[in-house]
């Protein structure tokens, strides 16, 4: 049984081989669901230090204005929806790949933010903003690398040609938003049903 240090460990192997990384994440076990959450959690911290201690040459954000809940939501709630629709579409197209699969996958995936982003916050203290260009050149690419390697996850999780990884990834993005605008809608409604029944609440109250 391996220890939770490798597995967390192997996240870096994943970023570098991802080819045979991620198979051997699903087909051999390298990886497991408590590294997976540690790392989404690492990237949720990534994010929250960043915004809160980012140089002042590169920081735009009001740090006196810091929501934890939302910082936390505006990651947690992409990647969640990634992985719910990834699942939902590949069950309906021959995926390979289970939720658990999927959502540990996607998460190794994160790594790069992590490595990445985190070095850059001390790194943003030490250079001008004429070296600027440097600082958000590293930055996009964690970004791009990211996406490389959530693509990669998809073909090789779901035995997937990349033809077909493109436009799986096309719907999972169209499902993504369906399930947003449901959501809202789904929230318009429940404050409007609570609405009503608190003004005929009122009106009893007042009446009575």
């Given at each position: 049984?391996?220890?939770?240090?490798?597995?967390?460990?192997?996240?870096?192997?994943?970023?570098?081989?991802?080819?045979?990384?991620?198979?051997?994440?699903?087909?051999?076990?390298?990886?497991?669901?408590?590294?997976?959450?540690?790392?989404?959690?690492?990237?949720?911290?990534?994010?929250?230090?960043?915004?809160?201690?980012?140089?002042?040459?590169?920081?735009?954000?009001?740090?006196?204005?810091?929501?934890?809940?939302?910082?936390?939501?505006?990651?947690?709630?992409?990647?969640?929806?990634?992985?719910?629709?990834?699942?939902?579409?590949?069950?309906?197209?021959?995926?390979?790949?289970?939720?658990?699969?999927?959502?540990?996958?996607?998460?190794?995936?994160?790594?790069?933010?992590?490595?990445?982003?985190?070095?850059?916050?001390?790194?943003?203290?030490?250079?001008?903003?004429?070296?600027?260009?440097?600082?958000?050149f590293f930055l996009t690419i964690s970004l791009i690398w990211t996406v490389?390697?959530?693509?990669?996850?998809?073909?090789?999780?779901?035995?997937?040609?990349?033809?077909?990884?493109?436009?799986?990834?096309?719907?999972?993005?169209?499902?993504?938003?369906?399930?947003?605008?449901?959501?809202?809608?789904?929230?318009?409604?429940?404050?409007?049903?609570?609405?009503?029944?608190?003004?005929?609440?009122?009106?009893?109250?007042?009446?009575?």
């Amino acid at each position: 049984m391996r220890s939770y240090l490798a597995e967390l460990k192997y996240s870096l192997h994943v970023v570098v081989r991802p080819f045979d990384g991620f198979w051997d994440l699903q087909r051999e076990q390298r990886g497991s669901l408590r590294a997976a959450l540690t790392i989404v959690l690492l990237t949720i911290a990534t994010y929250i230090f960043r915004r809160q201690y980012t140089g002042f040459l590169f920081n735009y954000n009001q740090i006196t204005r810091l929501n934890i809940v939302l910082e936390v939501i505006s990651v947690l709630l992409p990647f969640l929806l990634w992985c719910v629709a990834n699942w939902c579409l590949t069950t309906l197209a021959d995926g390979e790949g289970t939720f658990i699969e999927i959502f540990n996958a996607t998460a190794y995936a994160l790594t790069p933010i992590v490595l990445i982003n985190l070095p850059l916050i001390p790194i943003s203290y030490l250079i001008t903003s004429e070296e600027g260009a440097f600082y958000y050149f590293f930055l996009t690419i964690s970004l791009i690398w990211t996406v490389c390697l959530i693509i990669l996850s998809t073909m090789i999780t779901h035995q997937y040609s990349m033809k077909k990884t493109f436009l799986t990834i096309t719907g999972i993005l169209i499902g993504m938003a369906v399930m947003v605008f449901i959501g809202l809608l789904f929230t318009s409604v429940i404050q409007q049903i609570f609405g009503f029944f608190y003004v005929i609440y009122r009106e009893i109250v007042f009446r009575f």
